[in-house]
């Protein structure tokens, strides 16, 4: 999950189309502090949970190997700063970035001998299928968000939270224990573009910055892709390591408990969200 709040991120350019044209540069640099929130309350437990078990662990590799390691990661890595960069300055949309990635992805998978250059018709026709489920999802998706607006669902669903409490802390717990709870029912993106519409005017009444509504909800419903009982990274873990799911269920409750910690650490904490972006003048 922490790779849709370290761009580039897909879940944050959704965010930035429902929210209303949200900077999506600011999105994505605002992503890097939490991102590495999101890393320390996965390593932490694991690193205690490891000790405590005794598990066998390997040893650091010698500084030669380590440069050779880093030498041939280079140029994948070099990918993200084309892309983070060449948004940032304005050198291409994120969409025109989409682009680039991916025809630099297919270079370097035929420089590495990945893939074979008879392949690649098969790889595109092979791709077709799911951009068409995402594209008609988020088709779909969009019906739905111009019905609810028509029906004006967001500003009732806005006035009757609003109703509930005038403490801006209250109403911010509220919503995150709500999002918290959608996010373990439904996945990251129909949730997205469900509830941003509807969020979106109650947050802006209770006076928080657009950067920093994206990176919480997108942080709190990443939560969801590991939390039992839908849990869909959870599933492709254990069907990948041939665990059985309620096995992994007790190991992974110190990271959620982290986790849900961290989500009401970046809600009551804005400059973790604007810092980044701030500091280069993107908002």
């Not at 892309?83 to 630099?104: D, H, K, L, S, Y």
């Not at 009551?268 to 003048?281: D, N």
Request: hydrophobic letters at 60%; proline letters at 8%.
């Amino acid at each position: 999950p922490v790779g849709l709040l370290i761009p580039p991120s897909g879940s944050l350019i959704l965010f930035s189309l429902y929210s209303g044209g949200t900077s999506i540069a600011a999105l994505f640099v605002a992503g890097y502090l939490p991102g590495l929130i999101w890393s320390l309350c996965c390593i932490i437990p694991a690193m205690m949970f490891t000790i405590k078990n005794k598990y066998p662990t390997e040893k650091m590799p010698s500084l030669i190997n380590s440069l050779i390691i880093l030498w041939r990661a280079l140029p994948p890595l070099a990918l993200i700063v084309i892309i983070i960069v060449g948004i940032v300055q304005g050198a291409f949309t994120a969409t025109e970035a989409a682009g680039a990635a991916v025809f630099f992805s297919l270079i370097l998978a035929l420089l590495y001998r990945d893939i074979h250059v008879k392949a690649i018709p098969k790889i595109f026709v092979d791709s077709v299928v799911p951009s068409a489920i995402c594209l008609f999802l988020v088709a779909c998706s969009g019906v739905m968000g111009w019905v609810l607006n028509y029906a004006s669902i967001p500003e009732m669903v806005s006035n009757f939270i609003l109703s509930v409490s005038d403490n801006k802390i209250i109403l911010l717990i509220l919503i995150n224990l709500m999002l918290l709870c959608v996010g373990t029912f439904l996945d990251l993106t129909p949730a997205l573009i469900i509830f941003t519409p509807i969020l979106m005017p109650i947050f802006i009444k209770l006076g928080m910055h657009p950067v920093h509504i994206g990176i919480m909800m997108v942080f709190n419903l990443c939560i969801g892709l590991i939390t039992p009982p839908v849990g869909t990274l959870l599933f492709v873990s254990c069907s990948i390591a041939e665990i059985p799911f309620q096995k992994i269920i007790k190991p992974i409750m110190p990271m959620i408990l982290m986790l849900i910690g961290a989500v009401f650490l970046i809600t009551f904490v804005p400059e973790i969200s604007l810092f980044i972006p701030r500091l280069f003048k993107l908002i």
